[in-house]
């Protein structure tokens, strides 16, 4: 018990900084891909719902892409590929340089494409739960189709996005483990090296798991009060 | 019949002309674009079928679907069985029941199935000595029996929210109808709210098959050469970026197929309830 206590510490014996900077890596790139996943998925929901079909077809046509892709392999796809369309470029402008794409950056991409997809359902839904008079009470009072959506729309649309949008948090948080793959030093890679260095796996894997299902314990709860925060004006009827 | 404009001699105002909205113009660049990328992917796979590295490797692949296949059948089918007890565990109103269940199911959905199968595949392993003692070891030693049980245990947590949330949701008037009529718990339970409880499961159970194809790939890391594994083995070999292309549209094939396919069994099953 002392051994493991030991090897847990922070400091010069144990590995506790290294699965903190883990930890802190993980959090971030969740952080990171969430702002852009969710503005690309708005964006994409607002195609969807548009009465112009083509541009239904171009956004169905991602989302069915990256929903139908393993997360693995669209990881894969971003990082190697990208790295191959940069290098040939170089190449094309005639420098021979080594280019490494970043794999928080790689994880990140990656992560948006996934999230988005998925959170433009949850928009799409939401979108269908607004009736039609609210925007129509909008342009009467002689709003622009814009504010009409930022002032009228959005608010009401995030209320009702809401759960479902909690649930891609918490995949979105769960899924950042897979960047360790890439080589980037999140929490299941540091727990990994630690596990090699002092093989014992059971311990720090079994940190992982703790770890992951305190972040997403914390998530839960404060998702939860987001949702009570957001229907704070149900309560007053 | 509306009477034509005598001066026009039309019966009716001719359509709007349909205008290039910024929106309109947005669209069609956007399909554009698919459409190129979609015949460059199709030029790309069709001049690369010949290919030393296609040549090379497609049995390897098919090897890695099937394997695929392998896994996400009998996990599923393992973690429907192991669903049923957890799922009467989470709704039962003993907390000795309840508490168990509920601990399993936050337990495999709040931590991601990497994690847990590098804990079974590696972590298991610091236990070799005791393993080895009760027998257990060729089991946790084996990465496709640790991939399996990982998945089986994973799969179960889902599985079994989903069939007490469509199971739960049969209206409370189901239960009384059938006790009035004085059938039996047991005959209330498998003949009337089952069936109207798979009904609703149908799609949730659908999404859980595709999220276990994808989720699959995942054993590709714990050294399974499944579509993935085979994928990974080709690129690294090869270091041909097709190896992932094809795996791409292998993977985007099988999922979509699979969602059509039941789309229409739900079509099919639900057709009573259509209007």
Redesign the interface.
């Known amino acids: 018990m002392n051994e493991a206590l030991t090897l847990l510490s922070f400091g010069e014996q144990g590995w506790g900084d290294t699965i903190a900077s883990g930890v802190l890596i993980t959090v971030s790139l969740a952080l990171a891909t969430l702002p852009i996943g969710l503005i690309l998925g708005f964006l994409i929901a607002l195609a969807k719902n548009s009465s112009e079909p083509s541009l239904k077809l171009a956004a169905n046509i991602y989302t069915t892409i990256f929903r139908g892709l393993p997360e693995l392999l669209t990881l894969f796809l971003v990082y190697f590929g990208v790295q191959i369309a940069i290098q040939e470029f170089i190449k094309l402008l005639g420098y021979d340089i080594y280019f490494e794409v970043n794999s928080f950056v790689a994880g990140m991409v990656a992560l948006s494409l996934v999230f988005s997809s998925y959170a433009s359902e949850a928009f799409l839904s939401a979108f269908n739960g607004i009736p039609q008079g609210q925007y129509e009470g909008g342009y009467a009072l002689g709003l622009s189709r814009y504010k009409t959506m930022r002032l009228i729309i959005l608010p009401q649309l995030i209320r009702l996005a809401l759960p479902a949008l909690g649930n891609l948090w918490l995949i979105l948080l769960k899924e950042t483990s897979l960047v360790s793959v890439i080589g980037l030093a999140d929490l299941v890679r540091e727990a990994g090296i630690a596990a090699r260095v002092t093989k014992e796996p059971f311990l720090f894997f079994g940190l992982v798991l703790v770890i992951y299902l305190l972040l997403t314990m914390i998530s839960s709860v404060g998702l939860l009060r987001i949702e009570r925060w957001s229907k704070r004006g149900d309560a007053a009827r | 019949m509306i009477a034509a404009n005598p001066s026009t001699g039309m019966t009716r105002p001719p359509p709007p002309q349909k205008k290039w ?1 910024n ?2 113009i ?3 660049v ?2 554009a ?2 459409i190129l990328s979609g015949l460059y992917l199709l030029y790309f796979l069709g001049s690369n079928v010949a290919s030393p590295f296609f040549q090379k490797y497609w049995p390897e692949y098919v090897d890695g679907f099937i394997v695929t296949i392998q896994i996400v059948s009998v996990s599923l089918v393992l973690g429907a069985l192991l669903s049923v007890p957890i799922a009467a565990g989470r709704a039962s109103k003993l907390k000795i029941f309840s508490w168990p269940a509920y601990a399993y199911v ?2 495999f959905r ?7 199968a ?2 079974v595949y ?6 070799s000595e005791e393993l080895k003692a009760a027998g257990l070891w060729w089991f946790f030693r084996d990465a496709w029996y640790c991939v399996i049980f990982t998945f089986s245990l994973n799969t179960a947590a889902y599985q079994a929210e989903i069939l007490r949330g469509a199971i739960q949701n049969v209206p409370k008037g189901q239960w009384e109808g059938g006790e009035a009529l004085g059938l039996s718990r047991n005959v209330i339970f498998f003949k009337i709210i089952l069936p109207q409880a798979l009904m609703v499961a149908l799609r949730p159970y659908g999404n859980e098959i595709i999220l276990m ?6 054993a ?2 714990v050294t399974i050469y499944d579509l ?1 594994g085979e ?2 083995r080709a ?1 690294s070999r090869s270091y041909d ?1 097709q190896a ?1 292309i094809w ?2 549209v292998a ?2 094939l099988i ?2 197929t699979l ?1 059509r396919i039941w789309d229409k069994i739900e079509a099919r099953l639900t057709r009573h309830l259509k209007r």
């Open positions: 909205t929106l309109r947005a669209g069609h956007l399909m674009l698919w936050n337990f709040g931590t991601p199935l990497l994690a847990q590098f804990m590696y972590g298991f392993g610091s236990f194809i994808k989720g699959s790939a995942i590709s890391i993935m994928t990974r690129y970026f992932y795996a791409a993977y985007l999922v979509e969602r």
